[in-house]
């Protein structure tokens, strides 16, 4: 992949957290790439989180699901598609234990659909975008290496491990040219406020009681989503066939330690935080070695935990309206309203 005259990308689940925040990085630092965004618009599917591209030519947002293959298949073959990253998924652990069968149908089933269509229409690149979460969960040492086993422990974490073996099949089988990634817990602009980050801060700013599952010393290591993007960007241009890349920050805390920190950010008193039920199964700690990322495609994450959280905190206080339509519900209306025709 190389930034040439017209290299054109689908990016599937561009209307989410991660992917909106790539559209955006592709875009910026790849000028003359077209991006062709599908996303199903499912209840995390955000098209407020892409208003500011609504003009630009080069984003086009399709309305439709992954599992879809006629459609897929017309995209490929009339925008020329070079590359497919593949960030469709049911993404929220806490979803996948109230209702684990729409886990296996996007994140199994629809990764399947997308291999076969790049498959036959000789896509150059599927990109498979996964978690470290894969992997399961660790004692108080360790790190997960690219090479340590796939024992996931949520219908969450299997669904995407089950992805993982079948691109990999996919690989083997066909000689597709695939690359794999596995990040870290991601936080940053527009992430759905019902992940820990932004449900803490939404929380704290309406004086709601902030829900810590168990004792909150379970330990995530967090990385910025734009690095997590320049790491997707570096995966796709210089990632060698068929491997997989861990991608994480070195940024390991308990979940206690985050909403402490939000809630000095915020000046809020930490008689806010609640216990509350643990949730069944939790893994304990998640802890990324994201060496050979580093040396074999030249990225390295480049902003600071304590930086990142504040300029988080300081964008949902700057974007109030975006996280209270997502509350109350009222998004899902404005996209029906605005685009509805046009899906
Ligand atoms: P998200 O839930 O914010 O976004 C997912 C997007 O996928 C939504 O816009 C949704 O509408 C879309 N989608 C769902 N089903 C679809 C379907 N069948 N067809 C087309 N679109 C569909 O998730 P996210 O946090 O942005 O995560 C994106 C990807 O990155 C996921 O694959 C996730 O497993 C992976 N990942 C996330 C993290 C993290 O910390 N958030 C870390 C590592 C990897
Ligand atoms: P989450 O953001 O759901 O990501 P994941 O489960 O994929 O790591 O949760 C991050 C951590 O925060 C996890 O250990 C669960 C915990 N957590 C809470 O303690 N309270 C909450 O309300 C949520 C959503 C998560």
Redo the contacts with the bound molecule.
Sequence with gaps: MEGGARTAVLV??G?????SNLVRHILRERPRWAVIN?????Y???LESLADLQDDKRHLFVR????DTRLVERLCLEHGIEAILN??????VDRSILGPAIFVE?NVA?TQALLDVARICKVKRFLQ????EVYGSLGPAGRFTESSPLRPSSPYSAS?AAADLLVHGYRHTFGMDVVTTR????YGPY??PE?LIPLMIANALEGKPLPVYGDGMQVRDWIHVEDHCAALLAALERGRPGETYNVGSDNEWPNLHIVRKILAVLRKPESLIEHVKDRPGHDRRYAIEAGKARSELGWAPRIAFADGLERTVAWYLDNRGWWERVRTGEYRTYYEKNYGERG
């Design positions: 599937t689940g209307a989410g957290f991660i992917g599908l996303d199903k618009l499912t995390a599917g955000n439709g699901d992954i599992a960030l469709a998924a049911e993404s929220h996007t629809g975008v996964s978690t470290d995407k990040c870290s817990n991601n992430q759905f992940k």
